[in-house]
């Protein structure tokens, strides 16, 4: 009798054992696939504060640049009188930290690059603005100043 | 009678490790729906606090794009507080928006000029922390800080004339 | 003699904590993900909005030097600079008005189906160094054409018994 009873515990101790095995098994399978979401949701989170930030920044530098016309102008008043080194002839690669202000070693860039349409009684200057990280361009958008010039000669 | 003893107390910790085992099987399971939920919050509270701090100031934006005319746009102080005030039009009896901060959120309220205004007035737009408005010439510099004491900006500039010397001395 | 029970733990209780855990976590994962996602979309649209916004004001820009190249053209004669002026409506999607004090010339310019660009500015009656003043530039909404809402009732004609 008692080899029955002992015969019938080990059994049954034997069918959670394998039925916690194949619980664990299967466990593990929809955790990989469940973390995997889960980190997912988290840069997807990441990116999209990103590019926030990438499109306010630029958005910032439209307006301004549209008022003053000049890539100097605008970069003195929004990023102070350091930033303006960093202009070349009529571009300028603006290093920004993960905050989009200016910072020395920021590993966010905004690019802009200045063209013109010249006409006798004004010239429209346009700005093509690109902010990238590490050469993936997290947006990219064209504004433009209209500069009116003097009276026309009698 | 011994070996009855001997065979129950082995049946005994079999049956206590099983139990163990499932003991610590469930509180692992615990922690893990714990540790997932924590997660959960955590996105959605980012989520959130982004959403409310970028929608602030788009909006702010956007409501200076559509009242960019002539001396329409000024920022007053009404007890202690910045008020961004965008007039209908230059008439001292027609209607003008007010948007300021109070209480931990972005009010706004649409009245007529005649009608006396006081803070708290107005619908409850969006929650942040601190709203800032900075007026140079025809710049203005919006600063909005969440609840993680997290701050971003952003430039409008106003293009229509009456600016130039400040937004609040401006001439319609 | 009395069967001695098993004291244990039932067979399936580990499967229904396991059903379980698994059903709440591939919730908050889903939930996690669409929050950030929705997220992400508003990010999209509001980029978007900038995008479209510039590239109207950068077509305003350069109507507003097309109309200022007519307007310095017509003030090197001074004589027929009042009379030239209404031409500026020659100028395609350019309005002219006079008022007491000045001219007004306001264009419109699309920045998506539901809104525009307006743009208003002020023209002296006479050549000055400053050819015009923007005293508006302004989004608004698209203005819809209410007026062309009829339906067809009756063609007017008469009907021969």
Redesign the interface.
Same mark, same amino acid.
């Given at each position: 009798m008692l080899k029955v009873n002992r015969r019938f515990a080990i059994r049954h101790l034997n069918s959670f054992f394998q039925e916690i095995i194949i619980v664990i098994l299967f466990f593990s399978l929809s955790c990989a696939i469940i973390v995997q979401v889960f980190a997912k949701a988290y840069i997807t989170n990441l990116e999209t504060e990103e590019h926030n930030g990438a499109v306010l920044a630029a958005s910032s530098f439209c307006e301004v640049f549209s008022v003053r016309g000049s890539l100097s102008g605008t970069v003195e008043l929004l990023y102070g009188g350091d930033a303006v080194k960093f202009i070349y002839e009529d571009s300028v690669k603006i290093p920004l930290d993960e905050n989009f202000c200016f910072s020395q070693s920021g590993s966010y860039y905004l690019t802009a690059t200045t063209r013109a349409a010249y006409r006798e009684s004004g010239n429209v200057v346009y700005a093509d603005l690109v902010i990238f990280k590490e050469n993936e361009s997290l947006f990219e958008v064209t504004t433009s100043a209209y500069q009116a010039k003097g009276a026309a000669l009698e | 009678m011994g070996?009855?003893k001997a %065979?129950s107390k &082995?049946?005994s910790v079999?049956?206590l490790c099983?139990?163990s085992? @499932?003991l610590v @099987?469930?509180i692992s #399971?615990l922690i893990?729906?714990t540790i997932? =939920?924590g &997660?959960?919050k955590g996105?959605?509270g980012?989520?959130n606090r982004? @959403?409310n701090v970028?929608?602030s100031? /788009?909006y702010i934006?956007?409501k200076l /794009? #559509?009242?960019?005319?002539?001396g329409l746009v000024s920022i007053i102080e009404i007890d202690g507080t910045q008020v961004l005030e965008l007039s209908e039009s230059g008439d001292i009896s027609g209607y003008h928006t007010m948007i300021y901060h109070h209480d931990g959120y972005i009010y706004e309220l649409l009245t007529s000029k005649t009608l006396s205004f006081k803070i708290g007035d107005g619908e409850q737009i969006l929650p942040v922390s601190e709203l800032v408005f900075d007026a140079s010439g &025809?710049?203005i510099t919006i600063e909005i800080t969440d609840s993680d004491s997290?701050t971003? #900006? =952003?430039? %409008?500039?106003?293009?229509?004339?009456g600016y130039e010397g400040g937004i609040n001395n401006a001439q319609g | 003699m009395t069967k001695k029970k098993y004291h244990g733990v039932g067979i399936g209780s580990t499967s229904i904590i396991m059903i379980f855990v698994v059903l709440c976590l591939t919730t908050f994962s889903l939930l996690s993900f669409s929050s950030a996602n929705s997220g992400w979309k508003f990010a999209e649209r509001s980029s978007d909005q900038t995008v479209r916004y510039f590239k109207a004001q950068n077509a305003a820009n350069d109507k507003l030097a097309e109309i200022d190249a007519f307007l310095y053209d017509i003030s090197a004669n001074e004589d027929s600079y009042f009379f030239n002026m209404p031409s500026v409506a020659l100028i395609s999607g350019v309005s002219f008005k006079e008022s007491y004090e000045y001219f007004l010339v306001s264009y419109s310019v699309p920045i998506s189906t539901k809104s525009v660009l307006y743009v208003e500015l002020e023209i002296p009656f006479s050549p000055s160094e400053e050819r015009f003043v923007i005293t508006k530039w302004n989004t608004k909404a698209e203005e819809f054409d209410y007026n062309d809402d009829r339906m067809n009732i009756w063609d007017g004609l008469n009907i021969e018994e």
């Open positions: - | 070996i009855e %065979v &082995n049946s079999d049956v099983a139990l085992l @499932f @099987f469930s #399971s893990l729906i997932g =939920a &997660n959960y996105i959605l980012e989520t982004s @959403f970028n929608s100031l /788009h934006i956007n /794009h #559509s009242y960019d005319r002539s &025809n710049i997290i971003k #900006s =952003a430039v %409008v500039c106003l293009k229509s004339v | -």
